[in-house]
């Protein structure tokens, strides 16, 4: 009876959807792509909110032998970047399930913070890698306002509540401060990358830590990143010619479709929403911009 189940088996095998199929092996992908944290109505950034679904989804797929992570950030904002990091080794432990990050044209940055995520970090040879550090910036309006004439009003509570405010001049205690809370962020952000990485991690940390970003083949000698390829020849040689990849999205609820249509243009039309789009374009350009792109 066995034998008979067997050969039954055999011969329908080819009839089944390839998606049924425990023999075809499956690593599903997602796509982690943009700055991280910089969002409006209209110009979703990378947070966790906008992922923790895919991610969920990618890993309850059936027979997955792993998750691919598809890489495009230049990073953003720091808490989003671990809160969606430790989204995903949570996943990874509690389905067992081994996780492979590949990067496409950048990350950096929060970016790199993601790629750490994976048990392996695979590069473009062109892919910019790197910048472990922090960053902040502003830009200080005192003189222009006088030479318009503008007085700034501002009531607070609080000795340090307008701290580093753009329109008040700048105080050395004020940068200290900032500067004390990006040490400390940095210092969290190292420790994460040394877990992660381990013993492949080459060079002194002055050099792996200042911020400074390489491309694929040097970032792989510092062994922030463990070798070149691509997404389709690194699974297909790993788990076979036939291997699934699916691609998770995000669902789309109804009103998201219908906001695609003719209600998003309308949407669009607020003044409001338009004035945050511009400033989120502004801001997404310029983290591009940092690694040239």
């Not at 080794?89 to 081994?98: H, W």
């Not at 910036?137 to 000795?159: A, N, Q």
């Not at 401060?177 to 492949?200: N, Y």
């Amino acid at each position: 009876m066995p034998n008979f189940f067997s050969r039954l088996l055999d011969f329908l095998g080819p009839l089944v959807p390839s998606r049924f199929r425990a023999d075809i092996p499956v690593v599903p992908v997602v796509r982690l792509s943009g700055v991280i944290g910089v969002t409006t109505p209209l110009r979703p950034g990378l947070m966790l909110a906008n992922v923790a679904r895919v991610l969920e989804r990618a890993f309850d797929v059936r027979n997955a032998r792993a998750v691919a992570l598809i890489i495009n950030s230049p990073g953003g904002s720091p808490a989003q970047s671990h809160l969606i990091f430790r989204r995903i080794r949570d996943l990874a432990a509690d389905k067992k399930i081994p996780v492979l990050a590949f990067i496409e044209d950048v990350g950096a940055s929060g970016g790199y913070m993601l790629a750490c995520a994976g048990d392996e970090i695979i590069c473009d040879p062109f892919s910019i890698v790197g910048s472990i550090g922090v960053v902040g910036g502003s830009f200080g309006f005192v003189e222009l306002m006088e030479k318009v004439g503008i007085e700034r009003r501002l009531y607070t509570s609080g000795d340090r509540k307008v701290m580093l405010d753009p329109f008040l001049p700048e105080k050395p205690d004020d940068v200290a401060r900032i500067k004390a809370v990006q040490k400390d962020i940095h210092e969290h952000f190292i420790a994460l990358v040394k877990e992660r990485r381990g013993s492949k991690l080459k060079g002194d940390d002055q050099t792996l830590f200042s911020g400074e970003f390489w491309t694929a083949q040097a970032a792989i000698d510092f062994g922030l990143a463990d070798r070149v390829g691509d997404l389709r020849t690194t699974l297909r040689a790993r788990y076979g010619e036939k291997v699934r990849t699916p691609l998770i999205e995000a669902e789309r609820s109804l009103l998201g479709r219908k906001l695609s249509g003719v209600g998003l243009a309308k949407f669009a039309a607020a003044e409001s929403t338009f004035a945050d789009d511009v400033i989120s374009a502004l801001e997404t350009r310029a983290v591009w911009s940092r690694y040239g792109l």
